[in-house]
């Protein structure tokens, strides 16, 4: 059994990889510190470190580098040339085994970031909020009767179809973003939000990248589910698309006996309807054709609910 060679174990912690491949095939876990000026980055790599980690089976020293001491014996030399022969081998076949993976889940559904980050049993009493990017903060909220009173409102009358849930569940989880938000500071103006892409968050605990939004979104769907106001879709596991200086997490819901639909608060604003997007498309083309986006939601305030500053929205 071969295993990788420690040089190359550190040097994968060094920059930030785990050498351990997550649950789906396509991904890997990431660690990046909660400090690093380039946490956005974090978005735009999450996704694609497997490759890294299925590939690099030696040091670079046995790979990049021929045998280095003139002592060396021809037996060593030999060693040496094969070290590099079968770890080509191995490169190869760790490619072929991602693509292979990849084509098997062409939705790329996956749980990597539930089962680190969620709570599988979110309450309307104990919501888990991530935030300051990649989760590198978590915080509790609860929305007290009030407060899931205006969310039920979001679903009144009942949707007669699909399409028209979808666009209740936009300004669901808009509303949540802020009712929660108001409680954990996140309901604030998303300024790393820019031209569909995310920037470095410079430290600011409010900021959310892909993977937050990503979580997030799947607690408030679950919570919408299990409150009985979705009839015509189910939340399905996360999904992640891109390419390996661009990819991105987002939430999935799936119409029942139909396809799913990624939903992407990072492309807008906290508090603003987020798109929901055909999965397939989302994944394929980037950056997606969007209608113009809609009005962000209003709290109504009441005195039983907290205030707090949207700044801006």
């Known amino acids: 059994m071969l295993v990788p060679a420690r040089p190359a174990l550190r040097r994968l912690g060094e920059l930030g990889l785990d050498p351990v491949p997550a649950n789906n095939s396509c991904r890997t876990v990431a660690r990046t510190p909660p400090t690093n000026i380039l946490g956005h980055m974090h978005c735009r790599w999450c996704g694609y470190r497997a490759t890294l980690a299925k590939i690099r089976l030696f040091s670079s020293r046995d790979v990049l580098t021929p045998p280095h001491s003139a002592a060396m014996s021809i037996r060593d030399r030999a060693k040496g040339g094969r070290s590099v022969r079968v770890c080509g081998i191995f490169g190869w076949l760790g490619v072929a085994w991602l693509l292979s993976a990849c084509a098997e889940n062409p939705s790329h559904l996956n749980t ?4 680190r980050y969620a709570d599988p049993n979110p309450t309307l009493t104990s ?3 991530c935030h300051g990017f990649s989760c590198s903060e978590a915080s509790r909220a609860a929305l007290n009767r009030d407060a899931w009173r205006q969310v039920a409102a979001v679903f009144a009358p009942r949707a007669k179809d699909a399409p028209t849930e979808r666009r209740q569940i936009a300004h ?5 973003q802020l009712l929660v938000g108001q409680q954990t ?11 569909k892409y995310i920037l470095s968050n410079l430290n600011d605990p409010t900021q959310l990248d892909c993977i937050d939004e990503a979580v997030n979104t799947w607690t408030y769907l679950t919570l919408m589910e299990r ?6 879709h189910r939340v399905a596991k996360l ?3 891109g390419t ?10 799936q119409e029942i006996g139909g396809q799913y639909f990624a939903i992407d608060p990072a492309l807008v604003d906290v508090g603003v ?3 929901i997007i055909p999965l397939d498309s989302w994944i394929a083309h980037w950056p997606p054709d969007l209608p113009a986006s809609e009005a962000p939601v209003r709290l109504r305030v009441s005195p039983k609910l907290a205030t707090a500053s949207n700044n801006g929205l």
Do not use: C, K, M
């Not at 390996?244 to 819901?253: G, M, W, Y």
């Open 172 to 176: 669901g989880v808009a509303l949540i």
């Open 185 to 195: 500071g996140t309901a604030a103006h998303q300024w790393t939000h820019r031209d």
């Open 112 to 115: 990597t970031y539930l089962d």
């Open 273 to 275: 309807p987020p798109p």
């Open 239 to 241: 999904s992640h698309a």
């Open 127 to 129: 919501v888990l909020e």
């Open 227 to 232: 409150g009985g106001l979705l009839h015509f």
């Open 244 to 253: 390996l200086i661009d990819p991105r997490n987002a939430a999935v819901l």
